[in-house]
């Protein structure tokens, strides 16, 4: 069974920074787009950032310049570094891997970003 584990979220004032990992197993991590989402209360689920397994990113409008997307295909690892955080970023963020075939999702982790 295909799992996503998220790992790093937690609350931090506006301003700060926080690193998000996420580890996949029992998939062929290179086949596939991973990527991060975010869903805040009473709001739809949206795209963060996504990268290739060629290291092609691409970001939100609203976290441009502040996060950065990466992976590390040798440990089946995606990361988000997320900095200059503010308010409207708190959200539950998820890890995600997809390609033509399969869309998966990790658990989710809390990010709470307050003063």
């Known amino acids: 069974q295909v799992q996503l584990v998220e790992s790093g979220g937690g609350l931090v004032q506006p301003g700060g920074s926080l690193r998000l990992s996420c580890t996949a197993s029992r998939i062929i991590f290179t086949n596939y787009i991973m990527g991060w989402y975010r869903q805040a209360p009473g709001k739809e689920r949206e795209l963060v950032a996504t990268?290739?397994?060629?290291?092609?990113?691409n970001y939100a409008d609203s976290v441009k310049g502040r996060f950065t997307v990466s992976r590390d295909n040798a440990k089946n690892t995606v990361y988000l570094q997320m900095n200059s955080l503010k308010p409207e970023d708190t959200a539950i963020y998820y890890c995600n891997a997809r390609n033509k075939f399969d869309n998966y999702w990790g658990q989710g982790t809390q990010v709470t970003v307050s003063s």
């Open positions: 990268v290739s397994s060629g290291h092609i990113t």
